[in-house]
């Protein structure tokens, strides 16, 4: 891997990063196809044709449905969906946040309860590791605890500290398996994970404890997760700073488009949130004036695209009429037209951001962006 700071305005970043799947150019938006595959029937001819520079997936929910041994032996992961750009795999850690009810954490590792079918996993460092290097992902996580954004500091701490020992052991099984002959992708990279909910000096202190490791890139974890927006911004600005200069960091996810205008101010460089995909299925198009609700009725005769001007397969070809109807209907064109409009919007917003700051001018963009967005669109055409 190499990562290359092309430009910078203020803490912002303008970076390339190559990999054995491709170049990334960042900032970035990954579209999140958990299972492998996108929410709303999108093919991998439609991300392409959209943008997508990288797709993420999910460690446990692949482990739990086909398996990555399957994966594994249909050639890993970019053979097994047909993608041949960078994908970034999830470790499994977030799971120990959002299935709580069905969950025990030990210093070994997490022992679940499947959401499919109750059956128990176990999943600790090493097991995350080796289903990631099955599923052969360019990048793979680190496994750690998601802690709630708001919890306690005397459950913080602990936690913190585990899943820095837990890097550890994920560090020593990458190393040990991209040195075996028979795996997927021996150039796959491992990013840590800062943790430390809402309290800056824990996560100060994580943040340069990671750092120690030099690893291909970084991420900021458990936001996003029970904080307010001025929480996640004040985290980003007292974190990022302590994480490498020349390392991609990661805002796992988030978000908004305005939170992602903020965080990019702050020196982020990869981002995935599943709001385009959920939001297009159920109606709330993004617009550069903000959301609009095709299920409102004033729609049901508007012949007009979802935005003038957008390059999206949607917006080429369809009216707000047409797809407000197909999702009324519960026709699943409907769905996958809101969810390929989404998409192409976040990732037309980032090529936007990259462009702005190639040229020095991000910070008149974002403000601009910002005042635009906050708009209601309902009350505006």
């Excluded at 249909?74 to 097994?80: A, V």
């Excluded at 802690?147 to 099984?173: D, F, G, H, K, Q």
């Excluded at 927006?229 to 908004?256: A, N, S």
């Amino acid at each position: 891997m190499r990562y290359t700071v092309l430009k910078t305005e203020g803490l912002a970043k303008r970076a390339v990063m190559e990999t054995v799947h491709g170049t990334i150019q960042t900032p970035v938006f990954m579209n999140v196809g958990t299972v492998a595959a996108i929410k709303g029937a999108v093919s991998t001819e439609d991300l392409e044709r959209i943008g997508t520079q990288v797709q993420l997936s999910n460690t446990y929910h692949l482990h739990v449905r086909p398996g990555d041994e399957v994966v594994r032996a249909l050639g890993g992961l970019h053979r097994f969906m047909s993608w041949q750009r960078p994908i970034l795999t999830d470790s499994g850690g977030f799971q120990v946040f959002s299935l709580a009810g069905l969950r025990k954490i030990k210093e070994e590792g997490v022992t679940f309860q499947s959401h499919i079918d109750g059956h128990r996993i176990f999943m600790g460092p090493e097991e995350s590791i080796k289903i990631q290097s099955n599923l052969g992902s360019t990048i793979a996580m680190a496994f750690d605890e998601c802690p709630p954004a708001l919890a306690e500091r005397e459950y913080v701490l602990p936690s913190v500290e585990r899943t820095t020992r837990w890097l550890e052991r994920c560090i020593a099984r990458l190393k040990e398996l991209n040195s075996l002959p028979d795996t997927v992708n021996r150039e796959q990279l491992l990013f840590g994970i800062n943790q430390g909910a809402v309290y800056t000096d824990i996560r100060i202190e994580h943040a340069k404890r990671i750092s120690e490791f030099d690893l291909p890139g970084y991420a900021v974890g458990g936001l996003a997760v029970g904080e307010s927006h001025e929480q996640m911004y004040h985290v980003l600005d007292e974190t990022v700073p302590f994480l490498p200069k020349d390392k991609p960091v990661y805002l796992m996810g988030v978000g908004t488009p305005a939170n992602i205008l903020e965080a990019v101010d702050r020196g982020v460089d990869f981002f995935d949130c599943v709001y385009p995909t959920r939001n297009g299925r159920h109606a709330h198009m993004y617009t550069k004036h903000g959301k609009l609700n095709l299920m409102n009725a004033r729609y049901e005769k508007d012949d007009r695209p979802i935005e003038e001007g957008c390059g999206c397969p949607a917006c080429q070809r369809y009216s707000r009429a047409y797809i407000r109807h197909l999702l009324k209907a519960k026709e699943m064109l409907g769905m996958r037209l809101g969810v390929l409009h989404n998409l192409y919007f976040y990732n037309h917003l980032m090529e936007e951001i990259r462009d702005a700051l190639d040229e020095g001018r991000f910070a008149s963009f974002k403000k601009e962006r910002l005042a635009s967005m906050a708009e209601e669109k309902e009350t505006c055409g």
